[in-house]
Nanobody, 125 residues
Framework: QVELIESGGGLVQAGGSLRVSCAAS????????MGWFRQAPDKEREFVAG????????FYGDDVRGRSTISRDTALKTVYLQLNSLKPEDTAKYFC??????????????????WGQGIQVTVST
């Protein structure tokens, strides 16, 4: 059984930075890719960032590219998302995702079988 536990969300002022983390539990779980989606109120869920677990290749959604960095600690089975130059429109619930089958398509929700509960990030003006 795989569980994804997010942490690090909260309230931050516009222009500030925040890092969210996601630890994957499950002794036999070996991720191929991990990533983040987000969903703002009354909006569709959108892809934020993804990382290939072995090679470390990273991929970003258009809205955060250049302002965010995804990284991982393979020993801890933890993925991190650093968000910089935050804007009020970054306010959303951020979901950690993981999968055990490698694919080069990161932005499709249906290709991620494992999801965390989500963590709230709120950016104030």
């Amino acid at each position: 059984q795989v569980e994804l536990i997010e942490s690090g969300g909260g309230l931050v002022q516009a222009g500030g930075s925040l890092r969210v983390s996601c630890a994957a539990s499950g002794r036999t779980f070996r991720p191929a890719d991990m990533g983040w989606f987000r969903q703002a109120p009354d909006k569709e869920r959108e892809f934020v960032a993804g990382i290939n677990w072995i090679g470390g290749d990273t991929f970003y959604g258009d809205d955060v590219r250049g302002r965010s960095t995804i990284s991982r600690d393979t020993a801890l089975k933890t993925v991190y998302l650093q968000l910089n130059s935050l804007k009020p429109e970054d306010t959303a619930k951020y979901f950690c995702v993981a999968r055990q089958s490698e694919t080069y398509v990161y932005s499709a929700e249906g290709l991620w079988p494992f999801w965390g509960q989500g963590i709230q990030v709120t950016v104030s003006t």
